[in-house]
């Protein structure tokens, strides 16, 4: 019953933008801690930005630190990423996932997932 649909990828320049949506059901949306991950091609899945549902803090990526914003509505239990100023380098399959417990998802472990959204930057 839990699900996490992304959606708001494509491709665009560098320096250009993009907002990533995560429509989640199937649960209580301020319960969970959800988060934001990507995995490039050969590369392992890293952590973007993570919000806890114990303290409400937002965790950012050093690589994405000042270009991207998590955000959230909780009316519509859909969460956000505004990716700014992006770079060849962001390209990646975007998911979002959620869990009750924010330091094993903050870690990219457990959790419920999205099927993902690509992104592509161009030079």
């Known amino acids: 019953e839990v699900q996490l649909v992304e959606s708001g990828g494509g491709l665009v320049q560098a320096g250009g933008s993009l907002r990533l949506s995560c429509a989640a059901s199937g649960f209580t949306f301020g319960d969970y801690a959800i988060g934001w991950f990507r995995q490039a091609p050969g590369k392992e899945r890293e952590g973007v930005s993570c919000?806890?549902?114990?303290?409400?803090?937002?965790e950012y990526a050093d690589s994405i630190k000042d270009r991207f914003t998590m955000s959230g509505d909780n009316a519509e239990n859909t969460v956000y990423l505004q990716m700014n100023s992006l770079k060849p380098e962001d390209t990646a399959v975007y998911y979002c996932?959620?869990?009750?417990?924010?330091?094993?998802?903050?870690?990219?472990?457990?959790?419920?997932w999205g099927q993902g959204t690509q992104v592509t930057v161009s030079s």
């Open positions: 996932a959620a869990d009750l417990n924010p330091h094993r998802l903050c870690r990219g472990n457990g959790g419920y």
């Open positions: 919000i806890s549902n114990v303290d409400s803090r937002t």
